[in-house]
């Protein structure tokens, strides 16, 4: 079992840098794109301010949430599979009254490129769900490259659930022109099927009507990388706390419930996609408050 490592309250309040998980035969590594901030008491909205003066070490500086922005790259045999593909080459001021502070994004292919993988050789990207911070550089090009996504070459794999109530996500800014975008290269998978050599989807909806976990299985572990069930670190000890924008609420907490559970089981990791610098790690119990645990990594 990867061991773990005591909690860097730095890497709590950071934006997740580029980190590779190698497990036998299978890398893992996370892809920074970019950054947003969450505005703590708007994203999570069931907590209130005495919370975050008890844990101001997940706030940066100016008081809020860092929620990463980037792709997990699955390397096995050669082989090359994304999941997600960040929010793209542009960035977005902070809205007054909104739960999103400001973003700022582009750097995945750049990353990428330091780590020798052309986006040419990705054969599939599999999205978690159809929210446009998971999408980026599915739909659009890289700069200099005229209109065709920097991705267009790979398939793009979409849970059939997600995929048939799409219409249902444009009301979180993922336009009808985007999807048309996406659509020529979408396959639809089933609860269950494996996508890539060890990778298995399962959807599990709450955040979106088909969010979709996928497990990666490799060797004597398995990582779990569980899209936007849990946008914090803070949410393993409370999975009771939804995000404002989750589709089903009650669904929600009880997926929350059973992952953390599911993280404590022995050759366990997840994969937190917002999380901060933190975003592979295990669930660890520590007088029954259930806590996340970063696992060693090679830092790029």
Not at 26 to 55: F, N
Not at 89 to 106: K, Q, R
Not at 207 to 235: K, L, P
Request: glycine share 10%; with cysteine; proline share 6%.
């Amino acid at each position: 079992m990867a061991n773990t490592l005591p909690v860097d309250c730095d890497r709590l309040h950071r934006p997740a840098r580029l980190r590779s998980l190698r497990l036998g035969d299978t890398t893992l590594t996370y892809v920074p794109d970019g950054t947003a901030q969450l505005r703590p008491r708007g994203w999570l909205p069931d907590t209130t301010d005495e919370v975050w003066a008890a844990h101001p070490e997940h706030l940066d500086d100016s008081g809020n949430l860092v929620a990463s922005l980037g792709a997990l790259l699955v390397e096995r045999d050669g082989r090359a599979l994304l999941i997600d593909a960040g929010f793209g080459p542009h960035s977005l001021p902070a809205t007054p009254g909104s739960p999103i502070g400001a973003i700022t994004s582009g750097a995945l292919l750049d990353n990428l490129a330091t780590i020798g993988r052309d986006p040419t050789s990705v054969e599939a990207v599999a999205f978690t769900h159809l929210h446009t911070d998971h999408l980026g550089w599915a739909w659009q090009a890289a700069p200099g490259a005229g209109d065709t996504p920097a991705l267009a070459g790979s398939a793009y794999l979409v849970a059939e659930t997600e995929w048939s109530r799409r219409d249902e996500v444009e009301a979180d800014g993922t336009t009808a022109g985007i999807l048309a975008v996406l659509a020529p290269q979408v396959r639809t998978v089933a609860d269950g099927e494996e996508i890539f050599p060890g990778v298995l989807a399962r959807v599990a909806g709450g955040h979106t009507a088909g969010h979709t976990v996928y497990v990666i299985n490799a060797g004597e572990h398995r990582v779990v990388a569980f899209g936007d069930a849990m946008h914090s670190s803070i949410q393993v000890a409370h999975p009771q706390w939804s995000a404002v924008n989750d589709h089903d609420r009650e669904v929600g907490v009880q997926r929350r419930r059973d992952l953390v559970a599911e993280l404590t089981r022995p050759g366990t990791i997840g994969y937190g996609n917002h999380f901060a610098d933190v975003v592979f790690g295990r669930v660890e119990s520590d007088g029954g408050q259930a806590t996340w645990r970063p696992v060693p990594t090679v830092e790029w």
